[in-house]
Nanobody
């Protein structure tokens, strides 16, 4: 009923930048918190950054000062601007959103995107 579609991953050299996008679609009534997580093989998925519907943000210590999360509520889209990328930022990045949606009956959904690979390497 609702889905998240991510884009913007790829290969970048250390010190470079990438911008990830995540668009929500479906019978959306409202979107609460949105966030970006990342995961590498053999490790748990970890929070990178999150943003509330009011624009309050929080970041993992490892990305503070380098990554910026933002959202466009009119487009139901969240972004992650990643600057000064390091090899240790290499991971699959997942978008997550808490969405209220429905046609006749509103329901709460905790939705994940399919993931987009970010590789930081020279």
């Amino acid at each position: 009923q609702v889905q998240l579609v991510e884009s913007g991953g790829g290969l970048v050299q250390p010190g470079g930048s990438l911008r990830l996008s995540c668009a929500a679609s479906g019978s959306i009534f409202s979107i609460n918190a949105m966030g970006w997580y990342r995961q590498t093989p053999g490790k748990q998925r970890e929070l990178v950054a999150a943003i509330t519907s009011g624009g309050k943000t929080n970041y993992a210590d490892s990305v503070k000062g380098r990554f910026t999360i933002s959202r466009d509520n009119a487009k139901n889209t969240v972004y992650l601007q990643m600057n000064s990328l390091k090899p240790e930022d290499t991971a699959v990045y997942y978008c997550n959103a808490n969405i209220v949606a429905g046609i006749e009956l509103l329901r709460y959904f905790d939705v994940w995107g399919q993931g987009t690979l970010v590789t930081v390497s020279s």
